[in-house]
């Protein structure tokens, strides 16, 4: 009788710690995973949130006069990026969403108009020049790093 009643056990036990891991979330944009396993989402509003399941907190990222995020990067779970093409704009945050630095390209000599952006192993960012036609590798304080030579020559899409 007893070898019967601990497979049951288990299944309710394994049933009931599924079903409180789970949480309705309402007005999604995108969403993603960091690597910690925090869930990280967009809503309609246009507001960015980092929820911890396990220590069931909610970090908010809410900064309406930049307009649209066109890119997140949660690769560093602790120094997320965001990325706004509208305004060539880049913003390093901090584990709780809170703004730590910005690389604005506007006012950048080196940048003429940036269209990619992603985030390297060792947390420089890669950005599409679209001016230059050039990759370039940055570091945190916005400076050039490394540069590929123009894509245009490259691709044969360049017509002397």
Sequence with gaps: ???????????????????????RIDGVVNFQLDPLGQLV?????????????????LYVFDDNLLGDITYVDVSNPFG????????DLVLLLDRTLNEVGRLDYRSSE??????????NFDNRI??????????????SEGSVRQQSDDLRRLLGLYNP
């Excluded at 009788?1 to 949480?23: E, H, K, N």
């Excluded at 080196?110 to 985030?119: D, Y």
């Design 1 to 23: 009788m007893r070898l019967y009643f601990l497979p049951y056990c288990l299944l309710f036990w394994v049933g009931l710690s599924a079903q409180d891991t789970l949480i």
């Design 41 to 57: 989402y967009q809503d309609v509003s246009g507001r960015l949130l980092r929820r911890d399941l396990a220590a069931d907190t």
């Design 80 to 87: 997320p990026l965001l990325y706004f093409e509208d305004f």
């Design 110 to 119: 080196v940048i003429s108009s940036s269209k990619a952006v992603a985030r």
């Design 126 to 139: 890669w950005l599409f020049d679209q001016g230059d036609f050039r990759l370039k590798l940055l570091d």
